[in-house]
């Protein structure tokens, strides 16, 4: 399974962006899907999952600025962020779950910044 994340960038504080993640290759049934972040000197955190049933998980820092949602007939994963913050500034990993293992993408820049 490979994935390819995009959408990555520079915006404004209060801005949007759109991170969009697809699966490709001998691709098994895909269980969780989810977008992953980390900035220099900390551990990769949790930003949202979302489970093969539609089920979402937020982090507390972006409940009701950011939406997770997957296309399983398209195998991506898109991570909607609204009212970006500075503190969002991080690298950003796509991930998806199968029965046996992790996936990970390559990962996308975003910075907020004025």
């Known amino acids: 399974v490979q994935l390819q994340a995009s959408g990555g960038g520079l915006v404004q504080p209060g801005g949007s962006l759109r991170l969009s993640c697809a699966a490709s290759g001998s691709i098994p049934r895909l269980n969780g899907m989810g977008w992953y972040r980390q900035t220099p000197g900390k551990q990769r955190e949790l930003v949202a999952v979302?489970?093969?049933?539609?089920?979402?998980v937020y982090a507390d820092s972006v409940k009701g600025r950011f939406t997770i949602s997957r296309d399983n007939a398209k195998n991506t994963v898109v991570l909607q962020m609204n009212s970006l913050k500075p503190e969002d500034t991080a690298v950003y990993y796509c991930s998806v779950l199968t029965a046996n293992r992790a996936y990970w993408g390559q990962g996308t820049l975003v910075t907020v910044s004025s």
């Open positions: 979302v489970s093969g049933g539609g089920s979402t």
